[in-house]
């Protein structure tokens, strides 16, 4: 085998275009001795991947290296089973959604909720912010009011017990969401029957969603986005496809800067739905420009 130098570098020549434009991370502490571990390590800080991430990918590397048998530079690791992903079907899972949502509306308000389902976007999420629980009771059962006699699913943002009183079709957490979660909490969501999104900004996170077993995985940002201050930076096509061949068991949303001009990229990774915010929301005819988005995702929908 390649001494560690030799497999480190190996990586950097086969991965450094497909993960270009990422300053170099500082290589953390090793958690094991082992070469290929530690090639990857250094490797893939040097691509720029945070630590806890490049954790996840050296792990990866090592445990494929063990099923194969022999150290690999070329494939990048993307089988869910050396990342330690729940086997299908998981032992652990929330209700199924489809695996194509489509158009995905992220909207502010009910009244928004309503006018995209008249318009026919398939699958829409209401993110109201609010501190008051009687508004925010309001607005989410206004919103599940809305959605009926249409196809459109709704999620609820952040607010998922009255998604649950209000009888929505799912819920939508953020990691820090999920943090907020204590077992009880957990159950109860899971027994609710509610589909739950979860939010991810790479591997680390994913890996965490996973043991979830949400009904799909958002990933993003993938494009700069100035609707929320982010904690990562945005992370491109190349990291986008990489995740999306990872979860390829799950029904996949890519979220985040995304606009028509970038659909037939972003579909090309082989994601299933693509979520918009200020492409409807800020655009001058929000109908015609949810008629030009879906007819954009019409070649990834199923025959």
């Known amino acids: 085998m390649l001494g560690i130098d030799a497999m480190a570098q190996a990586i950097l020549a086969q991965h450094a275009a497909a993960f270009a434009g990422f300053a170099r991370e500082p290589v953390p502490e090793p958690a094991a001795p082992d070469p290929v571990y530690l090639a990857a390590l250094r490797a893939c800080s040097a691509l720029g991947f945070m630590a806890h991430d490049a954790q996840c990918l ?3 590397w090592q445990a494929r290296t063990l099923r194969v048998g022999a150290f690999q530079a070329t494939p990048w690791p993307d089988a869910p089973e050396d990342f330690g992903l729940q086997a299908v079907p998981r032992a652990r899972a929330f209700a199924p959604c489809p695996d194509r949502l489509g158009l995905y509306a992220v909207l502010p308000d009910a009244a928004w909720v309503a006018r995209m389902a008249r318009a026919g976007v398939p699958a829409l999420q209401l993110r109201f912010k609010s501190s008051d629980a009687r508004a925010i009771a309001r607005e989410v059962a206004a919103a599940v009011r809305a959605v ?19 009888g929505a079709y799912g819920v939508h957490l953020g990691q820090e ?14 027994a609710s029957g509610l589909r739950l999104g979860v939010s991810t900004h790479g591997y680390a996170e994913m890996l965490r969603a996973d043991a979830l077993g949400p009904s799909y995985i958002a990933m993003g940002a ?14 491109g096509l190349g990291r986008l496809g990489a995740y999306a061949r990872l979860l390829r068991n799950y029904p996949r949303v890519a979220i985040g800067g995304i606009g028509a001009a970038q659909f037939p990229q972003v579909l090309a990774t082989g994601v299933g739905s693509i979520a918009v915010v200020r492409a409807l929301v800020n655009a001058p005819n929000p109908e015609a420009a949810a008629a030009q988005l879906m007819a954009c995702m019409a070649p990834a929908s199923p025959p």
């Open 148 to 166: 009926q006699g249409s196809r459109a699913l709704l999620f609820i943002n952040d607010h998922w017990q009255a998604a649950i009183d209000a």
């Open 177 to 190: 969401d999920l943090d907020a979660l204590d077992p009880g909490a957990r159950q109860t969501l899971r």
């Open 222 to 235: 993938v494009f700069p986005t100035t609707l929320k201050k982010m904690a990562t930076a945005p992370q």
């Open 58 to 60: 050296a792990r990866a």
